[in-house]
């Protein structure tokens, strides 16, 4: 695989899940970043779905992927690990950073400042609309 995009942290997330459904339909390559097994195992029930788990260890440096990130997806789950997750994916210099978020607070700010290019605020689940 040389060109990806990335969805992380989408275990807990409905848009996360619908938007993994999208890419496998549309035959898209890409990879799903998850924080547990349990994400996982969430994701997997969709397909086969290529999966990689986020080292969570401090001070651990994450290693860059084999191939080049495109476009990465952050779906957001907690505050703080949704600026963990844009931290990884902005050190693997990908040309669009979109953030997916639920919540109505203005945390877009924060992640746009992280590093985010867009912040999708999303009640219903699909962000189908991005590709």
């Known amino acids: 695989m040389d060109e990806a995009m990335i969805v992380v942290s989408t275990g807990h997330s409905v848009a996360g899940i619908n938007f993994v459904d999208v ?3 549309k035959g898209l390559a890409f990879v799903v970043l998850v924080h547990s097994e349990e994400e996982r195992e969430q994701v997997q029930t969709l397909g086969a779905v290529p ?3 986020i080292q ?3 001070g651990m440096q994450q290693v860059r992927p084999e191939y080049m990130v495109t476009n990465a997806f952050v779906f957001e789950n907690n505050l703080p690990q949704c600026c963990q997750d ?3 994916c902005h050190s693997w210099c990908p040309q669009q950073l979109y ?3 639920s919540n109505k607070s203005p945390v877009g ?3 746009k400042g992280l590093g985010a290019t867009y912040v ?3 009640q219903s689940g699909d962000v189908s609309f991005l590709l």
């Open 86 to 88: 844009i931290q990884l």
């Open 56 to 58: 969570e260890m401090e």
């Open 51 to 53: 999966v990689r788990h």
């Open 99 to 101: 953030v997916v978020s």
């Open 109 to 111: 700010l924060v992640y």
């Open 23 to 25: 890419l496998l339909k």
């Open 120 to 122: 999708i605020h999303s």
